[in-house]
């Protein structure tokens, strides 16, 4: 595709249950980031991968997130026992090296009742 | 660990009128800046970028934004908006050394009336 593509665009979830959420990003990027945009927020970083590493997942809140990158392409976002605060917006930027454009998925609505 | 702060959450302004989005940022470090724009209904955009050189940088649909160390702002402006420029904007930073993730302001939306 021509862009980053997020799946669910929206998913509902009860509290407790598992979900993941997929993010494909553009063909050829090596830098991919997922984002946590809350209402009236910016976005919060949550991490950072390079190639199939997580370079960076300071911004994971706790251990119940968790994001895989097997392939150095498409990446998955895991949340465990679900919260009704982890309900936001997630967002997967791709870029092709760092400092270069991040270019942003729209996201996936997550609500947790 | 750096900040950034948009002075107004909210910017409402007649059509063909100037104005400016106001963004301050905190950092111990060298940054690099950043306008996003959200449109309705669509993913963040870049809008524009400081890296080095020029401390004034514009966007191809005529906004503009001066990096001012002294001051650590980076304010966006636009000396006439159009309706078409209704839409969330995000001031970012992240630093030389980082691995690229961006740290967002609060977004302010801009609001132009007819």
């Known amino acids: 595709g021509a862009g980053v593509s997020q799946t669910p665009s929206n998913k509902v979830t009860e509290k407790g249950k598992y979900v993941e959420l997929r993010c494909d990003p553009i063909s050829g990027h090596t830098a991919l980031y997922w984002y946590r945009q809350s209402l009236g927020q910016g976005p919060e970083f949550l991490i950072y991968f390079q190639g199939t590493g997580a370079a960076d997942d300071s911004g994971l809140p706790n251990d119940r997130f968790f994001a895989v990158r097997p392939e150095g392409s498409v990446s998955t976002l895991k949340i465990q026992r679900t919260e009704r605060g982890d309900s936001a917006v997630y967002l997967c930027?791709?870029?092709?090296?760092?400092?270069?454009?991040?270019?942003f998925g729209q996201g996936t609505r997550l609500t947790v009742v | 660990a750096q900040s950034v702060t948009q002075l107004d959450s909210q910017v409402p302004v007649f059509e063909e009128a100037p104005v400016e989005l106001r963004c301050n940022y905190s950092s111990s470090v060298s940054v690099y800046l950043f306008w996003y724009v959200q449109y309705p209904n669509q993913g963040l955009q870049l809008l524009l970028k400081y890296l080095s050189g020029s401390t004034l940088v514009e966007s191809i649909n005529g906004f503009e934004a001066e990096f001012n160390k002294s001051q650590t702002s980076f304010h966006l402006r636009k000396p006439s908006v159009h309706i078409s420029d209704t839409a969330e904007y995000f001031c970012?930073?992240?630093?030389?050394?980082?691995?690229?993730?961006?740290?967002f302001g609060q977004g302010t939306t801009l609001q132009v009336k007819p």
């Open positions: 970012a930073v992240t630093i030389s050394s980082n691995t690229g993730k961006l740290i």
């Open positions: 930027a791709s870029s092709p090296g760092m400092l270069t454009e991040a270019f």
